[in-house]
């Protein structure tokens, strides 16, 4: 359960890179400054899109996490759980669109945009949990493991 719901973040995610840099290798962005739309213009109406679609992703984890009735994600947790999660959708939006000026094939921007957040949702973190804990890379990866079994046996 839980590692598919942060695998379909993380694949939602890079759908917003992807697609400012399609427009950009089709140069839609020129045609749209050519008709008149100002920077800001594009740039916000992006943003406010792009959030509207990760609001109806985000709003269906926050129901599928409330419904599993957590125990650790009862009363004040559970809202500060939704806070996370809808702060966290722009920040990667808006990361999304820094990083977007680094491509020009939109193809590319996909992968390399997945691996950035692969990257940061799973090794990153084992990195940091084996240099504080001082605990070996098998043992946090046969925890992760041992995680990933509980996880699936829930269902």
């Not at 993380?10 to 290798?25: D, L, P, T």
């Not at 650790?72 to 990083?99: T, V």
């Not at 949990?129 to 098998?138: I, K, M, Q, R």
Request: with cysteine; glycine share 4%; net charge positive.
């Amino acid at each position: 359960g839980d590692v598919y719901k942060r695998q379909a973040f993380i694949f939602c995610m890079s759908v917003y890179c992807g697609v400012i840099v399609a427009e950009k290798e089709q140069k839609m962005i020129h045609l749209l400054r050519a008709m008149g739309t100002r920077p800001i213009t594009y740039w916000l109406s992006n943003l406010v899109f792009d959030y509207l679609h990760y609001l109806i992703v985000a709003l269906v984890l926050i129901g599928s996490v409330y419904f599993s009735n957590y125990e650790f994600l009862q009363g004040d947790n559970m809202r500060d759980f939704a806070i996370l999660i809808l702060s966290y959708g722009i920040a990667q939006i808006l990361f999304a669109y820094c990083l977007s000026f680094a491509f020009s094939e939109a193809s590319i921007a996909y992968v390399f945009y997945n691996f950035i957040l692969l990257f940061l949702a799973y090794f990153l973190p084992t990195m940091v949990a084996v240099s504080y804990t001082h605990l070996t890379l098998p043992t946090i990866y046969s925890v992760q493991i041992s995680v990933v079994a509980v996880s699936l046996k829930k269902k």
